[in-house]
């Protein structure tokens, strides 16, 4: 049973405009791009740009089959849930628990990076202690009402903007002709030597960039505070357009750009090198505070948006009765999922001391499996009428789905290939996998009457 004298729905008072702020805010193009962008720039040298242009291609596929699912079913269960609603209620436990164990991980991987980017700016804090104060301060504020939220994230994700527009517009005005030789034959510096980017590099930077793109489908999280959820599904993919644009300028910007192009490449921290040879230091530490607060934004619209999730996996209910009823629990005037926020808060500051290699392990096999389900979900669903006839449909089906199979043998390929990370990754999210639907097997479909995948009322009675 559940606690019925709390609220189990959330007030529908967010536009598709707020949505799309929060969402952008959890995936964060700036963290995207001035983290894992520049470690795939360092990959693949001028290579990257084929490598995002490409992962644009290969993340187009993966979310718009998410996103005809989501308007299907949207709730904040989010893909999990969806997938669930597509497939049947094995697939939606399955997902709920086996991706429950990466929610701190994740949180804490973009918690982690800030401390680097306040260095400049003389705070005297250790590392893990800056993060642990990023992981309490976002947690207070995650509990304020959704609105007030979106109005924070918002103005967070403005100066974000206009850091990587920064990037990008001064790549712009120094273009280089040259530069279209060198995307179109890619080659990197290793050693202080220029080599020539071979397929398998650039293969492994396509692979990290459309990770990079990933994150439009976390809109569902938001989904239930909606006051059109139906239409979640274009929400999504106008999320995905922005961030490709976000995330794409300013990459073709350095390549383009670069004043010395083979010191950049050659540098650890490549925007930053990009940046000194065209910008004052001052300006220097405003990218610094951008990025820093784009990780903090991050954060916080990640608390908000997870929290709900936690609180839908609750509600339908996933684990013993008196865990569900706290994980239920909202405040009276915010309608925060108050326990479960806490829970992420706590477990997110525990991470702060797991070694970075291992949550890279336990993260990165994780959206590889994921696709799949996507593909099973969308086929599954066509045929059964469940989806594709709703706010968004999967353009030129059965060939977005059909990609999708040839996306997910690909990325596993290139993390089997990765012997030291990527190989145990897989290893590891497939026992996660077959953890989570013992789970549903044994425990959920054994309790009396059964189990069965649960959303807000309004949805599900839409969807009978």
């Known amino acids: 049973m559940t606690d019925t004298s709390q609220p189990q729905r959330f007030t529908r008072s967010l536009s598709g405009l707020g949505v799309i702020i929060l969402t952008l805010s959890v995936l964060s193009p700036g963290v995207s791009i001035f983290v894992s962008g520049a470690s795939i720039i360092q990959q693949a040298g001028t290579g990257a740009v084929m490598a995002f242009v490409l992962g644009s291609a290969v993340c187009y596929c993966q979310t718009a089959m998410s996103a005809e699912l989501g308007a299907a079913y949207p709730t904040a269960g989010a893909d999990?849930?969806?997938?669930?609603?597509?497939?049947?209620?094995?697939?939606?436990?399955?997902?709920?628990?086996?991706?429950?164990?990466?929610?701190?991980?994740?949180?804490?991987?973009?918690?982690?990076?800030?401390?680097?980017?306040?260095?400049?700016?003389?705070?005297?804090?250790?590392?893990?202690?800056?993060?642990?104060?990023?992981?309490?301060?976002?947690?207070?504020?995650?509990?304020?009402?959704?609105?007030?939220?979106?109005?924070?994230?918002?103005?967070?994700m403005v100066i974000e903007i206009a850091a990587l527009l920064l990037v990008a517009g001064i790549g712009a005005w120094h273009f280089h002709p040259q530069s279209v030789a060198q995307v179109l034959h890619p080659q990197r510096v290793v050693d202080g030597a220029w080599i020539a980017a071979g397929v398998g590099v650039v293969g492994i930077a396509v692979n990290n960039a459309s990770w990079a793109l990933a994150g439009s489908r976390q809109a569902l999280f938001f989904s239930e505070d909606m006051k059109h959820p139906r239409t979640i599904g274009r929400i999504i993919m106008l999320s995905f357009a922005v961030t490709v644009v976000l995330e794409c300028a300013p990459v073709i910007g350095v390549i383009a750009g670069a004043k010395d192009l083979h010191v950049v490449l050659a540098s650890p921290s490549v925007f930053e090198t990009f940046l000194t040879q065209y910008l004052p230091p001052f300006m220097l530490q405003f990218v610094s505070l951008a990025i820093a607060l784009a990780i903090f934004n991050a954060c916080l619209a990640g608390f908000v948006g997870i929290g709900r999730q936690v609180f839908s996996m609750a509600r339908t209910r996933l684990f013993a009765a008196p865990i569900n009823a706290a994980l239920m629990r909202l405040t009276p005037r915010s309608e925060a999922p108050w326990v479960a926020i806490l829970a992420i808060g706590g477990s997110t500051a525990i991470a702060t001391y797991i070694p970075l290699f291992f949550k890279i392990l336990l993260l990165s096999g994780g959206y590889t499996f994921l696709t799949a389900f996507y593909v099973f979900g969308v086929f599954r669903g066509r045929k059964t009428g469940r989806t594709g006839h709703h706010d968004y449909r999967t353009p030129a089906f059965p060939l977005i789905p059909a990609l999708g199979v040839l996306v997910v043998v690909g990325e596993i390929v290139v993390l089997w290939l990765d012997a030291d990370a990527g190989r145990k990754s897989l290893f590891i999210t497939a026992g996660l996998y077959a953890a989570a639907y013992s789970y549903y097997r044994f425990v959920l479909a054994r309790r009396p009457g059964g189990w069965a995948l649960t959303g807000p009322a309004d949805i599900d009675a839409d969807t009978r």
């Open 80 to 156: 999990y849930a969806s997938v669930g609603h597509a497939v049947g209620d094995w697939a939606g436990a399955t997902l709920y628990i086996a991706t429950m164990f990466n929610i701190p991980l994740f949180l804490n991987t973009s918690a982690v990076g800030i401390a680097t980017y306040l260095h400049p700016f003389g705070i005297p804090l250790s590392d893990n202690a800056m993060t642990l104060a990023v992981v309490a301060t976002a947690t207070a504020l995650s509990l304020l009402n959704i609105r007030s939220n979106e109005y924070v994230t918002g103005v967070f």
